[in-house]
């Protein structure tokens, strides 16, 4: 199956897109904070990144789900910045500023992030995998451009927080091949408390149901692997902050059948030790009991990338 970018490369869409989502850092609206400000210029808004994208490491991943990591590993791209702050974030180091206020890793422009593209495709990567891109859209939109005309063909995986905006969604409209966005916290007032984002559940149905209108049920290859659809990973938190049981029956009525990630792996991270409700890790039953309201909705429940890594790590060791 042919990527979903290659013909809007060819018919020059896609770099009138890029056009427009680079236009757009000027009063920058990429992301639901719409802080306005001018990128190109070097204000900074709450992401805290520029006119070019900051990445803080790209490598071939085999801890994502098995469906994405294949034989080659998933070709995962951590951006720096996020538009979200969550107070429990496992990746706050980079997702975060540091305390100098300013993004860990290397700014790359469009070709560089372009080389770095082709680089994983030439190690063998099934997929490019963006990780946190909400806030670089435009600068993945302008390097997606040199690197389709210089030989990228492998499938683009969407992977964020789902704090995505509408006007953002529409540019990818196409262009993504496989949408793997979270389903955070349900609750608005939840949201503001450990995400930054009162609006965060309302902005993320939104999105979600305008990623499975793009891509629809996950389908894979011959090879397990997947080409193109949504998959929507979903953290348990404890005390059932994260709103499973809503999360799931939303999903079973709006993207009825799609593939979810139903997560156990929490641990109190970056600032969780300051919310009491957070401080400890999850009790006996809440994951069961989440992936059993996932079952019970009609969803496609898959693995928790965390078991299926240790899975492959002892297939490889062999016996003792």
């Not at 236009?23 to 992301?31: K, P, Q, S, Y």
Request: proline residues 5%; contains cysteine.
């Amino acid at each position: 199956m042919e990527p979903s970018y290659l013909a809007l490369a060819r018919s020059g869409e896609l770099a009138q897109r890029a056009r427009t989502a680079v236009a757009r850092l000027a009063a920058c609206d990429l992301c639901p904070r719409r802080c306005g400000i001018n990128r190109p210029a070097g204000e900074a808004g709450f992401c805290r990144i520029g006119r070019n994208a900051v990445l803080a490491d790209y490598h071939q991943h085999y801890g994502e789900e098995a469906c994405l990591v294949g034989s080659g590993g998933s070709g995962t791209l951590f951006f720096s910045g996020c538009s979200l702050a969550c107070v429990f974030c496992q990746n706050w180091e980079i997702s975060q500023p540091d305390a100098s206020g300013g993004p860990a890793g290397e700014e790359l422009d469009a070709a560089g992030l372009a080389r770095v593209f082709l680089e994983l495709q030439e190690r063998g990567a099934e997929n490019i995998n963006l990780v946190s891109p909400s806030h670089v859209a435009a600068q993945i939109l302008e390097a997606l451009v040199l690197a389709a005309e210089r030989g990228l063909q492998l499938p683009l995986v969407w992977n964020s927080g789902g704090y995505d905006s509408a006007a953002t969604l529409a540019l990818l409209d196409g262009v993504v091949d496989i949408y793997l966005p979270d389903a955070k916290v349900w609750d608005p007032d939840q949201a503001a408390r450990l995400l930054l984002a009162r609006d965060y559940p309302d902005v993320a149905r939104a999105a979600l149901a305008e990623m499975w209108r793009q891509t629809g049920k996950l389908v894979l290859d011959d090879r397990g692997v997947a080409q193109r659809g949504l998959i929507v990973r979903h953290l348990v938190l404890p005390q059932g902050l994260a709103g499973s049981e809503q999360w799931m029956d939303w999903l079973g009525s709006n993207a009825p059948g799609a593939a979810v990630n139903v997560m156990g792996q929490y641990r109190p991270c970056h600032q969780a030790g300051k919310f009491a409700e957070l401080r400890r890790g999850l009790r006996p039953g809440d994951l069961d009991s989440a992936r059993e309201c996932a079952r019970a909705a009609g969803l496609t429940l898959l693995e928790d990338p965390a078991i299926a890594l240790l899975a492959r790590l002892l297939q490889r060791a062999g016996p003792c």
